[in-house]
């Protein structure tokens, strides 16, 4: 498992834009599929995107995808969510998460961040 801290949350105009940004510990970082999920007031907890390992791959669910783009530089174990045309209904906590299997089943994450906040303004 990896120790996973998120931050750049916060307030934002709809129309705007939030970098979110994970750092990881340990030295196996580039070995873990990274994740981003978020979860809405009185809403279950959903899939935002997934990066591999070496950042080959990524997907994003379908309400996220061409707004907002994943990315992770393993040299300093971060991995970032760049969110661009931001949408009150985007407003959510924010987690990190890894996991040995690539995928969007929040069952194959085995380490979580505390999330950060997300509101967007109409």
């Known amino acids: 498992q990896v120790q996973l801290e998120e931050s750049g949350g916060g307030l934002v105009q709809a129309g705007g834009s939030l970098r979110l940004s994970c750092a990881a510990s340990?030295?196996?970082?580039?070995?873990?599929?990274m994740g981003w999920f978020r979860q809405a007031p009185g809403k279950e907890r959903e899939f935002v995107a997934v990066?591999?390992?070496?950042?080959?791959?990524?997907y994003y669910a379908g309400p996220v995808k061409g707004r907002f783009t994943i990315s992770r530089d393993n040299a300093k174990n971060m991995v970032y969510l760049q969110m661009n045309s931001l949408k009150p209904e985007d407003t959510a906590v924010y987690y990190c998460?890894?996991?040995?299997?690539?995928?969007?089943?929040?069952?194959?994450?085995?380490?979580w961040g505390q999330g950060t906040q997300v509101t967007v303004s109409s």
């Open positions: 998460a890894a996991a040995p299997k690539y995928g969007d089943d929040s069952s194959l994450y085995d380490s």
């Open positions: 340990g030295r196996t970082f580039s070995s873990y599929n």
């Open positions: 990066i591999s390992g070496r950042g080959g791959a990524t």
